[in-house]
Structure formats: C-alpha cells, structure tokens
T-cell receptor, first 111, second 113 residues
C-alpha cells in the first residue's frame, strides 16, 4: 500500500528566504503530484512529475523527483507572502486509479 | 471554460440522514474521482469513475456510494450519516489518460449535527 509522508508539517519562514518541503513515499508510484490549497479553498494543481530526475519550475517554486530514493522535493526560492498556503504532494496508483496524499505542509511566509 | 463544478457548496445534516452531492466535470473529461478531506488532513480517496464504470474504490464503508451519468457528471451518496462524515468532499476530473493531472472542484462542505 502506498503511503506518502511530508515534512515538515508546519513551516514558518521570512520573505526572501529559501526552503524545501520533502515528500517521501513508500512504494513505487506511477507519478507524483504537487498541489496548493488556500484556506477554505480547493486544490490547485502545481506540478506533475512523471519520471526519475524530472524537474519542473514555475516562478519561485521548483519540484523534483528521485524515484530511486522515493523522494520528491518542492523548493521555494526567495519566498513571498503570496506563497503562504498548504502544499500537498500525492502519489498516483495506476492500478487503483487513485491519488494518495501526504498530510500537507502548512507554509506561512512572514514579511 | 468552466472548471469542475460541485453542488451544493455547503450542507448541514443530522445524524442518520442521507445526502447526495453532485459534480460536473470539465468539458471533455471522462474521469471523475471523489475525495473526503477532514479538517487539517490530506484528501482521502473514495471513488473513481471512468466512462460510467467504477474503476477504483477507497477504504470507505458501504454507506458511501456513487455513480456517473452518460454526460459524465457524477453523484456521491452517503447514507446513515455519522458525525465523523463531517468534511469537505472534493470532486476531481481528468481526461483519463495516465499523464494528466486531476482538476479539483471547490468542494462541498458537509456538516453533521
């Protein structure tokens, strides 16, 4: 059974700093997703990572995937307040046709 | 283009009642999935439907059921509601091919009194 764990679960950082959110998963996952969720809102798709070594970047966010280590990272560069949100990673099981989510990382960026 | 739409947005029920939640996928999307998100946790998979057939089921009791209609919209039904069913219920749609992300609706917030 696929299990997905994120750390840290809570992260408070200052604007302008860099930080990384880690996502470990227990068994082979067909692909890895990152989502953002604002309070009281739905999930916004950020990245889909399909293969080992995949790296995707959008603005100040960059996601990578290491399938051998079963690890994905979401790196935040020069954080700004607008990036405050909860970030989820999720593995996908093709056979079960489902996303398995981590617990989420609540990111707060202070001025 | 319209995104995934869910109705109602909020719902209050009492224990023992039943509820029907509705979802319309993005135009052209044939796959619909349902997730339950309890406050402070990540979403948990309930069902996935593709071309009107159930393709996946999560670890939820038989009180939870769903179906998909010919126009690819979907309903999630929950019977004999319990306090623990209070959650945000999210619907997601996708084209159904392996590399496409699931796009989520705004959800239905269900409160059980």
């Amino acid at each position: 059974e696929l299990k997905v764990e994120q750390n840290p679960l809570f992260l408070s950082m200052q604007e302008g700093k860099n930080y990384t959110i880690y996502c470990n998963y227990s068994t082979t996952s067909d692909r890895l997703y990152w989502y953002r969720q604002d309070p009281g809102k739905s999930l916004e798709s950020l990245f889909v990572l399909l293969s080992n070594g995949a790296v995707k970047q959008e603005g100040r966010l960059m996601a990578s995937l290491d399938t051998k280590a079963r690890l994905s990272t979401l790196h935040i560069t020069a954080a700004v307040h607008d990036l405050s949100a909860t970030y989820f990673c999720a593995g996908y099981l093709q056979g079960a046709q489902k996303l398995v989510f981590g617990q989420g990382t609540r990111l707060t960026i202070n001025p | 283009d319209a995104g995934v739409t869910q109705s109602p947005t909020h719902l209050i029920k009492t224990r023992g009642q039943h509820v029907t939640l509705r979802c319309s996928p993005i135009s052209g999307h044939k796959s619909v999935s349902w997730y339950q998100q309890v406050l402070g946790q990540g979403p948990q998979f309930i069902f996935q439907y593709y071309e009107k057939e159930e393709r996946g089921r999560g670890n939820f009791p038989d009180r939870f059921s769903a179906r998909q209609f010919p126009n690819y919209s979907s309903e999630l039904n929950v019977n004999a509601l319990l306090l623990g069913d209070s959650a945000l219920y999210l619907c997601a749609s996708s084209l159904g091919s392996s590399n496409q992300p699931q796009h989520f609706g705004d959800g239905t917030r269900l409160s059980i009194l």
